[in-house]
């Protein structure tokens, strides 16, 4: 089984920037080829929805629509990490957010893994802690 450690949430004014990182650790951290890597996030009230994945295979990746040009997924094969890079922030992004791993699965109707995993939250399997994003107006 993997672990991932989240970090860099804070507390950042509308229009800036966080860096979020999602540290990959455990047994089978050397079958990591083999996973999606996505950020989640949720509200009161809310379920978890998908923010953006990246496959750990061939570094595709999805966006949600609500972050298309704002957000930046990325990956560090050699450092075992996963990062968000979040500009143009808004209040409405406020959240804990949670970083998600799950073999690659490529379903039969065409949709790519990445776009799968994000997309279906419940059928993640390993999961961090969560860390919490505020933005002032």
């Known amino acids: 089984q993997l672990q991932v450690v989240e970090s860099g949430g804070g507390t950042v004014q509308s229009g800036g920037s966080l860096r979020l990182s999602c540290a990959i650790s455990g047994g089978d951290s050397h079958n990591l080829h083999r996973y999606a890597i996505g950020w989640f996030r949720q509200v009161p009230g809310k379920e978890r929805e998908g923010v953006s994945c990246?496959?750990?295979?061939?570094?595709?990746?999805y966006y949600s629509d609500f972050v298309k040009g704002r957000f930046t997924i990325s990956r560090d094969s050699a450092k075992a990490t996963v990062y968000l890079q979040m500009n143009s922030l808004d209040p409405e992004d406020a959240a804990d957010y949670y970083c998600g791993a799950d073999f690659l699965l490529r379903p039969l109707n065409g949709v790519t893994p990445v776009q799968f995993m994000c997309e279906g939250p419940g059928q993640i399997g390993i999961w961090g802690q969560g860390t919490q994003v505020s933005v002032s107006s």
């Open positions: 990246i496959s750990m295979s061939d570094r595709s990746t």
